[in-house]
């Protein structure tokens, strides 16, 4: 009786370990570079793939709207980038694989078999727009992610382990 008792015991510890520390929730994660303990913060995931990066252009002061989609492998494909002014830090012509149209004042830059793995984005301090849109809520990166420091974003599987020691995004 006793080694039955003692088997689901194991067994139940065993259960509950996977669970608490296998990898299952898709998010986007950001996470701190160039420091020895990092912070994650992090977006759960659904089933809508794409997303937008909207900031504010800290020379022309107009937005520029980035949209993704993850595909498989948890990769990040570029679709379009949308922006009112050329000259410093914009694309003024298409490469390959892409296409730059102009429609009422505004560029359109389109991606074509753009995939990444990941990409790290550096949060100034100044006072201008950086959100993430996804399911219709702005996600404020400003107040969510400590400015003046670079993180890298990607998309992972979280254990609930992981999630609990992470910071979730509102």
Request: glycine fraction near 4%; include cysteine; charged fraction near 25%.
């Amino acid at each position: 009786m006793r080694q039955r008792t003692l088997m689901i015991a194991v067994l139940c510890c065993f259960c509950l370990g996977i669970a608490l520390f296998l990898p299952l929730q898709k998010v986007f994660v950001f996470t701190e570079t160039r420091t020895e303990q990092s912070k994650q913060c992090y977006i759960p995931l659904t089933t809508e793939k794409k997303f937008q990066i909207r900031y504010t252009h800290s020379i022309h002061q107009s937005d520029v709207l980035e949209t993704y989609q993850y595909v498989e492998g948890n990769r990040l494909q570029m679709l379009e980038m949308e922006y009112e002014d050329l000259a410093i830090g914009m694309p003024g012509y298409a490469e390959e694989n892409q296409t730059l149209t102009q429609q009422d004042g505004k560029y359109f830059l389109h991606f074509y078999d753009k995939v990444i793995d990941n990409f790290t984005i550096y949060i100034g301090d100044l006072d201008l727009e950086l959100v993430l849109i996804y399911q219709d809520v702005e996600y404020n990166l400003k107040e969510n992610l400590q400015r003046g420091k670079s993180y890298l974003f990607q998309i992972k599987r979280l254990s609930f382990y992981e999630q609990w020691k992470g910071v979730r995004m509102k």
